[in-house]
Structures are given as C-alpha cells and as structure tokens.
C-alpha cells in the first residue's frame, strides 16, 4: 500500500497550490481521507477531511474558505486546493486514509493506517 503525495512547493503568500494523492495497493472509495500538516517543532494536525463518496467534507478552522478536499475515486487520487495561501500554511503535508474501510474521517491521527510520505509547502511572505 503506498500513498504518494505531491503537488508542493514554494508559493508567495496569497497564492495557490493544489495537492494530490495517489493510492496504489488500496482502493480509496472504501476510505474516509484526510489531509494533515506538520510544521517544524510541531505536532501534526488536521486540515480536511473527506467521507468515503465525497458526500461530507470537514476543516480545521484555520483553513476554512480557503481550502477544498475532494476525490476521483475513478483516479483513486485525493486532492487539497489550497487558495490565499499563508506564511502559517508552511509545512509537509500528508494525506492518510482512515484505519477502518467505511468509517469518516476524523481528527485524530491514531484514527488512520495510511499514510503518505508527504509534499512539503513553503509560503514566503
């Protein structure tokens, strides 16, 4: 099972970047997915979620009305717009898919089995 993640890079703040990951060895329709986000010296935390068919998407606050989760369960790839970009938004961004096939995303990373090895995004000021 592999995700690969991709679609990082440096951005002036203000700008966009859209991320992607790509499944192989799992089939993600039967996943609830998620984008996390680790800064240096931080803990990884949330960003998006989205529910298995794409019916349901979930966001940290601080990115909300700026970024957009979706899925093409067709490509079994997960995507993360990620629009008006920050100086905050600095950091490795990972997609993971949640343990059990069939339950939603969720906030917690002991919640999730797969991961990707994650697409560093750098925003300059």
């Known amino acids: 099972v592999q995700l690969q993640a991709s679609g990082g890079g440096l951005v002036q703040a203000g700008g966009s970047l859209r991320l992607s990951c790509a499944a192989s060895?799992?089939?993600?329709?039967?996943?609830?997915m998620s984008w996390f986000r680790q800064a240096p010296g931080k803990e990884r935390e949330f960003v998006a979620g989205i529910s298995r068919v794409g019916g349901s998407t979930y966001y940290a606050d601080s990115v909300k009305g700026r970024f957009t989760i979706s899925r093409d369960n067709y490509k079994n790839t997960v995507y993360l717009q990620m629009n008006s970009l920050r100086p905050e938004d600095a950091a490795v961004y990972h997609c993971?898919?949640?343990?059990?096939?069939?339950?939603?995303?969720?906030?917690?990373?002991?919640?999730?089995?797969?991961w990707g090895q994650g697409t560093e995004v750098t925003v300059s000021s």
């Open positions: 060895g799992l089939s993600l329709r039967n996943y609830g």
């Open positions: 993971a898919a949640v343990g059990r096939p069939g339950a939603s995303p969720t906030r917690t990373t002991a919640d999730y089995n797969y």
